[in-house]
């Protein structure tokens, strides 16, 4: 019987414990938790709900751009394509590392059939990181849809018209640039991991 009641004194002592630190952690952290609100309705499909949490913080830390692209998210599910373009616009101009905005605003992009801006988007997304297949096919999918096909070498003339610069050798140029980066990355990671060989003598 002391056991039992020793093991129920430590129970809620843990519990006490926790929600302690739950406490604290809504008073010294309350944006990690209004975000992580955000993200779980985000999650449940309650997009607007998300983005009445989120777009409040992105006024908030106007400076950070995770705030922005998150709620940019939201209203691009909503179907408000212009408004999530603003908002990454807004988000690209604190930082134009994060391969995933250029990605997003390409796509608000696309679905406002402003397909030059959605190719340097894909574009930039692709820049920032090389390895992001899903920003390569967008690429290729706004450029087919652009009526892009690749050129064949019988399809030129001449040397003369081979050498000029037309907007679909720049798209062909990028793609061959971009695979050439990632064969390149590749090798570096391998060269790396291998492992070194042992002298059998």
Same mark, same amino acid.
Do not use: F
């Given at each position: ?5 020793? *093991? ?13 630190? /739950? ?8 944006? *990690? ?14 997009? #607007? ?8 913080? $992105?006024?908030?830390?106007?400076? !950070? ?23 990454? !616009? ?8 994060? *391969? ?8 608000? +992009?696309? #679905? ?15 820049? $920032? &990181?090389?390895?992001? +297949? =899903? ?19 019988? &399809?030129? =003339? ?9 907007? +679909?050798?720049?798209? =062909?140029?990028?793609?061959?640039? /971009? ?5 390149? =990355? #590749? ?6 991991? +291998?492992?070194? #060989?042992?002298?059998?003598?």
């Amino acid at each position: 019987m002391n056991k039992l009641k020793r *093991a129920q004194k430590i129970v809620l002592i843990c519990i006490a414990v926790i929600l302690l630190l /739950l406490c604290a952690e809504l008073l010294l952290r309350p944006r *990690a938790i209004k975000n992580s609100l955000a993200t779980l309705l985000y999650g449940w499909e309650k997009y #607007r709900s998300a983005s009445k949490i989120w777009e409040p913080l $992105a006024e908030k830390h106007a400076t !950070d751009a995770i705030p922005k692209g998150n709620a940019a998210k939201a209203r691009y599910r909503q179907g408000d394509y212009d408004g999530s373009d603003q908002l990454l !616009d807004e988000a690209l101009k604190e930082s134009k590392k994060y *391969a995933q905005l250029h990605y997003d605003q390409g796509n608000a +992009q696309y #679905r406002k059939d402003d397909l030059d801006r959605a190719l340097e988007s894909y574009k930039a997304a692709m820049l $920032a &990181d090389p390895d992001d +297949q =899903d920003a390569k096919s967008n690429y290729e999918l706004v450029l087919n849809r652009k009526g892009y096909k690749k050129p064949k070498k019988e &399809d030129y =003339d001449n040397e003369e018209e081979q050498e000029q610069e037309t907007p +679909q050798n720049d798209y =062909d140029n990028t793609l061959n640039a /971009l695979d050439e980066q990632e064969a390149l =990355d #590749r090798q570096r990671q391998n060269h790396q991991t +291998q492992i070194p #060989r042992q002298r059998w003598w």
